[in-house]
Structure formats: structure tokens, C-alpha cells
């Protein structure tokens, strides 16, 4: 699978794919100390040619991305609210794939069930999922 890891934070995600047979992994976080931690375990765990990491913000990197992946994982800040707009990003620029799934995590005060693509919502804990399929907006 081709997966993009968005909000990566410390990479841990991004590695765990990898480990469970991923092809490849995108990692994106706009923080130097996250992209240069992700950077030195990819390294330790000699997986440089699996793992891209990209310091940049989310949402200019979506802006101008328009690859698509067999799965997306987001992650954001809970309290930043941006998750709707990542998520119409997303399904706009085609980034997932057609057999995609794309999972958002955020805390119980983001509803994001009205949103093109919508499937599933799962809770752990305190700590909600929504989870997307691809959706072509051309459709509409």
C-alpha cells in the first residue's frame, strides 16, 4: 500500500505501516524537532528508501499534492479544528485512492459523519476515528 501520513508527529504510525509491509510511506509535519526525530529513526530502522518525510503544514502540502494512496492517516491537533478542511482537501484533489480508506482521529467535539465520503465513526477510549472512502466530487 501507498500511505500518507499526515500530522505525523513522531513518525510512530508512519514506521508501523512500514513494518506491517507498506511499499511506501509519506510523512508530513510542519514541526523541525518531529521531522528531524522521524528522520533519525528512519534511519535507525534503515527504512530510508520506504519513508519520505516532509516538514511542511498540512494543508499547503495538500494544496499541492495531488498523488493518490491506498491510505491516508491524519492525526491533527484536536484543538486546531481543522479536520473538515483536511478532509474536503482530500476528497477534492483525488489524493485517495479509488480503493482508498482515509482515517481521521480527533476528539469527540469534531463531527465529521456530514462529510462526502463518510463511513464509519469508532471510538477508543476517548479518542474518535471517522473513516472515509474515496469519494469523486464530479459525481455530484
Not at 481521521?104 to 467535539?109: F, K, L
Not at 479518542?127 to 474515496?134: A, C, G, M, R, T
Request: glycine share 6%; hydrophobic share 40%; with cysteine.
Amino acid at each position: 500500500a501507498k500511505v500518507l501520513d499526515l500530522c505525523a508527529g513522531t513518525g510512530n504510525v508512519s514506521f508501523e505501516f512500514i513494518s506491517r509491509g507498506a511499499e511506501s510511506v509519506i510523512a508530513v509535519d510542519k514541526h523541525f524537532k518531529c521531522v528531524q526525530f522521524m528522520n533519525v529513526l528512519a534511519k535507525k530502522f534503515e527504512v530510508e528508501e520506504e519513508v519520505l518525510i516532509i516538514k511542511s503544514d498540512v494543508l499547503r502540502f495538500l494544496a499541492k499534492h495531488n498523488a493518490a494512496y491506498d491510505i491516508i492517516f491524519c492525526d491533527p491537533p484536536f484543538a486546531e479544528g481543522f479536520h473538515e478542511e483536511i478532509v474536503k482537501l482530500i476528497q477534492e484533489n483525488g489524493n485517495l485512492s479509488e480503493d482508498g480508506i482515509l482515517i481521521v482521529e480527533h476528539g469527540q467535539e469534531s463531527d465529521l459523519s456530514h462529510l462526502q465520503g463518510f463511513v464509519e465513526l469508532r471510538k477508543y477510549g476517548s479518542v474518535y476515528f471517522s473513516i472515509f472512502e474515496y469519494y469523486d466530487p464530479s459525481q455530484d
